[in-house]
């Protein structure tokens, strides 16, 4: 062969092989490219996943501080009921008023009691329901009985034969009452 058509064998060679890289690179590139496109994605949803779980943690938390808020706020709720059972009775013992002299002296002690007691149980949120006049509420009201007086509409409180009581906002014993039935 001579010179002339070696130096073009050459240059061919020379030129494929630029463009064989030139190929190489662009596909290279595009597999690059494609890989970055898929982080890129991939990225995004983890992100997503990771905002999700912190709301999910913000929202945890409140609703455990809401929980524990209702825990500390009607911890009380056992010895108060309790405690209402010993001021029913000293109200019932205080009510007779057919007694003697001493007997009267005696009980203005109990009366005293029972006054420090109503204002213990007032200073931890403690609220008679006495409803007597208004409409039945069964939230806060057990009817026992039942009378017919014409003069008054019907589920009428008439009498409040046992008190109720709520604790802040919570009924912690329904009043037991007597309703207007015709």
Request: net charge negative.
């Amino acid at each position: 062969m001579s010179k002339k058509k070696q130096d073009e064998k050459f240059v061919i060679n020379e030129e494929t092989k630029e463009e064989i890289q030139d190929n190489k690179l662009n596909e290279e590139m595009l597999k690059l490219e494609e890989e970055i496109r898929t982080l890129t994605e991939e990225n995004k949803t983890l992100q997503e996943k990771v905002k999700l779980a912190q709301a999910d943690l913000v929202n945890y938390r409140k609703r455990k501080d809401e929980e524990t808020a209702n825990i500390l706020k009607y911890a009380n709720t056992d010895i108060i009921k309790d405690l209402l059972n010993v001021s029913d009775n000293l109200e019932r013992a205080l009510k007779n008023k057919d007694v003697s002299d001493e007997l009267k002296k005696y009980l203005s002690g109990f009366e005293m009691i029972y006054e420090n007691l109503k204002t213990i149980l007032n200073n931890y949120g403690v609220s008679e329901i006495n409803r007597v006049g208004e409409v039945f509420d069964p939230n806060q009201e057990q009817a026992l009985m039942t009378e017919c007086v014409e003069d008054k509409d019907d589920d009428i409180v008439l009498e409040v034969l046992l008190k109720g009581y709520k604790l802040k906002d919570r009924v912690i014993r329904p009043a037991s009452v007597k309703i207007n039935q015709k």
